[in-house]
């Protein structure tokens, strides 16, 4: 993260943590004592926004705009032992491969229709898919975009960066370094930084960005033939799982059990809900490369301390099996795309599903 740490803003450990293990299952199930150590240090922090609205009308203007299908699938169903899986698939969101098409592209379509984008060059730093968003906006609104990568990011990647236009930086070993060269770069250059994270005294972008999120679950909400009682959503720094448990709570109430799903290596909001304020986290690099990062974005924390029900960390051999169900099922992806049916395999009965139980989960990303 850059500027303050996200643990300069904590006021204490909360009293009470509840955990359950179950072989290698390890879920946090959120209380209200949890919540309100969280929500206490995030005072200065906005909760996400639920206007949809806003992104919907502004991508009926985009040729590339279709909404994603809603599908489900008997074979995840039958895997998981529940009545009902839908795949909200967004491997093929306006030609990027990905929900984060919704993100970056709309800060600066926004910043277009006000006249502010065309000239303007926006830096970031990306894992993946983030910063396609970013050199696509840029690119259909005639501005510039510059992409810091860790040493990390596959060549591949930055060359699918270089065909939308955008300048490819190296920078550190791993994102937060990478993050941090673009903050700087902003800094240096007056350029605009674009990130999908948020933190002290860096939240307006990243709320309008987390704000194009909302589109997947408005749609989704429209297509589901029943509400869901369970909802398993795969987070990195946060974003999409905040966006989509914000939306959810505002179309079906406190129904649906939202579960949030991390790989162990990266359990950035499990570990900052356990402590009772944001945490920056250590582990080895995941497979689950777009999840693994080690510091909570803050609206997203704050979000989800008061959407989600449970907290839950994966191993890299559930993300592996994750991903191969869902090619199995006809539904490609990759670990991360698919950490939320992941999930949902090792879930089981401790989250409360049984034979009848409708479960939405979220197909993040395309195969690589």
Not at 196 to 215: H, K, N
Not at 326 to 334: E, S, V
């Given at each position: 993260m850059v500027g303050p740490s996200a643990a300069d803003v904590g006021l204490g450990a909360p009293n009470v943590t509840i955990c359950c293990h179950s072989g290698a299952m390890n879920v946090l199930h959120k209380t209200p004592a949890l919540a309100d150590a969280v929500l206490a240090t995030l005072a200065d922090i906005p909760f996400p926004s639920v206007a949809a609205d806003r992104p919907s009308a502004l991508l009926t203007r985009?040729?590339?705009a279709a909404v994603t299908p809603l599908s489900e699938s008997p074979d995840l169903a039958k895997a998981a032992g529940v009545g009902h899986v839908h795949i909200k698939d967004e491997r093929g969101r306006m030609?990027?491969?990905?929900?984060?098409?919704?993100?970056?592209?709309?800060?600066?379509?926004?910043?277009?229709?006000?006249g502010n984008a065309k000239g303007r060059t926006y830096v970031t730093a990306s894992a993946g898919n983030h910063g396609l968003s970013v050199a696509a906006g840029a690119q259909a609104f005639g501005a510039r975009a510059v992409v810091y990568l860790a040493d990390t990011v596959p060549e591949g990647f930055a060359d699918r960066l270089r065909s939308f236009g955008a300048e490819v930086v190296r920078h550190g070993a791993i994102y937060e370094e990478a993050m941090a060269g673009a903050a700087q770069a902003a800094k240096d250059n007056d350029?605009?930084?674009?990130?999908?994270?948020?933190?002290?005294?860096?939240?307006?972008?990243?709320?309008?960005?987390?704000?194009?999120?909302?589109?997947?679950?408005?749609?989704?909400?429209?297509q589901m033939p029943a509400p869901p009682t369970h909802i398993f959503l795969?987070?990195?720094?946060?974003?999409?799982?905040?966006a989509c448990a914000a939306y959810a709570r505002v179309a079906w109430g406190d129904e649906p059990q939202i579960i949030v799903v991390e790989p162990e290596a990266a359990p950035a909001l499990y570990a900052s809900i356990e402590a009772g304020w944001a945490q920056?986290?250590?582990?080895?690099?995941?497979?689950?490369?777009?999840?693994?990062?080690?510091?909570?974005?803050?609206?997203?924390?704050?979000?989800?301390?008061?959407d989600a029900d449970e907290?839950?960390?994966?191993?890299?051999?559930?993300?592996a099996g994750g991903s191969a169900a869902?090619?199995?099922?006809?539904?490609?992806?990759?670990p991360s795309g698919g950490a939320g049916v992941a999930g949902l395999l090792v879930a089981g009965p401790s989250l409360g599903l049984t034979p009848e139980s409708r479960v939405l989960v979220i197909l993040s990303e395309q195969a690589s």
């Open positions: 985009c040729p590339a030609g990027l491969g990905s929900f984060k098409a919704l993100g970056a592209a709309y800060v600066i379509a926004r910043d277009a229709e006000e350029w605009a930084l674009l990130s999908d994270s948020s933190w002290p005294g860096y939240v307006d972008r990243p709320y309008t960005l987390m704000e194009g999120y909302l589109v997947l679950m408005q749609e989704a909400v429209a795969q987070a990195g720094v946060g974003g999409l799982a905040t920056v986290t250590e582990g080895p690099e995941s497979a689950m490369g777009r999840l693994d990062c080690k510091e909570p974005s803050l609206i997203a924390l704050k979000g989800l301390a008061r907290f839950m960390l994966i191993t890299e051999d559930e993300g869902c090619a199995d099922a006809g539904f490609p992806t990759t």
